[in-house]
């Protein structure tokens, strides 16, 4: 009796546990499967309690033992039914696993991707005005300050607009500054010229005073000759007078 009465209780928990009608089915074939040995069990302990040992015994074996296979067979067929959900249940778990494995390998791929893309796109609008810039600063350093800085450069906010700017007004401050250079050389040129055309002027003026001077002298020694060759002719007519 007391045995039934847990049996019963394990039946009705299976049957409130059965989800599917396979497994109501499964249920309904052990419960039609063990009824008669149910019953046979039941009358064997009524005649056990009542004395009858010897008919309890007759009716063991000859009603419930006869039942056993046919329960036996019911409750492996349950055994199986839930063995094959277990595996069912580990399968799906798998597939589940390995669909939200890949799902996180593509969406870490994805994020990788977004990250690498935005990681290039930061390092190309900060490195391509910084080489930019350095390019136009190796044009100062040989001279040459007549470009420009890129006017996307000059409108933007951030530091490289700062930067951009601040290249842009030290190339106008060059500018500037050689042009008045270069002005200045220009005064200092015709300057230069017009010393030199007055030093050409002097020279000559003093190659001809030079060579007026040279023809005075030369006259002067003339006349020098002269006086002495006058002098001497007169000396020695003075002595042949004598």
Known sequence: MLFGKKYREIVSDLNAQAETDDERRLMNQIDQA???????????????????????????????????????????????????????INQSRSLLTARMSLAILIVGLGLLACTALFTTLISRSIAKPLHATIAHLGDVARGDVSSDMPAEYLKRGDEIGLLATGMQTMSNSLRGLIGNITEGIGVLSASSAELSAN????????HQASDKAHAVAAAAEQMTTNVTSVASGMEQASIQAT
């Not at 009824?35 to 063991?60: C, F, H, T």
């Open 199 to 206: 030093s050409t002027q002097m020279s000559h003026g003093s």
């Open 34 to 88: 063990t009824a008669p040995w149910r019953e046979a069990d039941d009358q064997v302990m009524k005649l056990s309690l009542a004395g009858n040992r010897a008919q309890a015994s007759i009716v063991y074996r000859e009603r419930a033992l006869p039942c056993f296979d046919s329960v036996i067979r019911a409750a492996e067929q349950v055994l199986q039914f839930h063995q094959k959900r277990v595996e069912e």
